[in-house]
């Protein structure tokens, strides 16, 4: 019996057909103390510059904190909301005509927070015992309001008298803000308890009064005076009263584009 040197088994399966010797690691050269010196700068130098470039998108909430919008009913003053909002999403669930939405990330510390545009849809209060404020777990909407009267969210403005068909002594009829809009309205007089689609529920009005006939406050909140000093027959003009809650259900239906009334949120003032 032979013996096998170990080194001549090696070199013989180096040498067989279709197969490459095992290739050794080369050794890692290690840096001297002035080069990982050097390193450690350069990496300093780096992160300090890619700070500086990042510093503005930090404090972007910051500067922007978030915009003057309009909130679900009860919010208390913008800072104490925007603290006490732990931004679940138990208004926006609950709403029954979904007119709560969360803000996108460009509202800074307002990211995430509901609020309500209320153009394309506004609170018409067709939960009667507003859900919203029930269901918030934080005190964030005031659980101290029981109607839809005791709201505060913000006051009516007419924004664009010129344009207001009401000022121009024109009528409307026809279904407002065209076919195709998607909000939804609760007309008591036809459906006491669910909200109908806008586009679906045609007006013939001699004079426009769109916002003063589908307030769900009433004529306490906003009403139609004659327009004095007009050359216009039959010109009237909204006026809004200090009843008026915020609802935005005016800014809604207004068929004019852009509309000629808005909401303006209080607590805008402190926004800056």
Not at 97 to 102: D, G, K, S
Not at 198 to 218: F, N, S
Not at 237 to 265: F, H, K, L, Q, S
Request: charged share 25%; net charge neutral; with cysteine.
């Amino acid at each position: 019996m032979t013996s096998e040197n170990p080194e001549s088994g090696e070199s013989r399966a180096a040498s067989a057909p279709g197969k490459k010797a095992p290739q050794k690691k080369k050794p890692r050269r290690r840096l001297s103390r002035q080069q990982q010196r050097r390193r450690m700068l350069l990496r300093s130098a780096l992160t300090g510059f890619a700070l500086v470039l990042l510093q503005p998108i930090a404090e972007w909430p910051l500067v922007r904190r978030a915009h003057a919008r309009l909130r679900p009913p009860g919010a208390k003053d913008q800072d104490h909301f925007l603290g006490a909002c732990i931004k679940c999403g138990q208004c926006v669930q609950v709403c029954p005509v979904q007119a709560i939405t969360f803000a996108d990330i460009t509202e800074g510390l307002g990211s995430g927070v509901p609020y309500i545009d209320a153009r394309a849809q506004a609170c018409d209060f067709s939960c009667d015992a507003l859900s919203c404020i029930l269901a918030c777990p934080t005190g964030a909407l005031s659980h101290e309001i029981h109607s839809k009267e005791e709201v505060h969210s913000g006051i009516a403005r007419l924004a664009r008298p010129d344009a207001c068909r009401a000022r121009l002594g024109k009528g409307f009829r026809g279904t407002t803000r065209g076919p195709g809009f998607r909000g939804r309205l609760r007309h008591e007089e036809v459906d006491r308890w669910n909200a109908l689609p806008v586009a679906e529920h045609p007006y013939d009005r001699e004079i426009c009064d769109l916002c003063v006939i589908e307030c769900p406050i009433g004529e306490s909140a906003i009403r139609l005076e004659a327009l004095e000093d007009s050359d216009v027959p039959g010109a009237m003009t909204p006026v809004v009263a200090d009843a008026c809650v915020g609802c935005g259900v005016c800014e809604m239906v207004c068929p004019e584009e852009p509309t000629c009334i808005v909401v303006d949120p209080f607590g805008e003032e402190a926004m800056g």
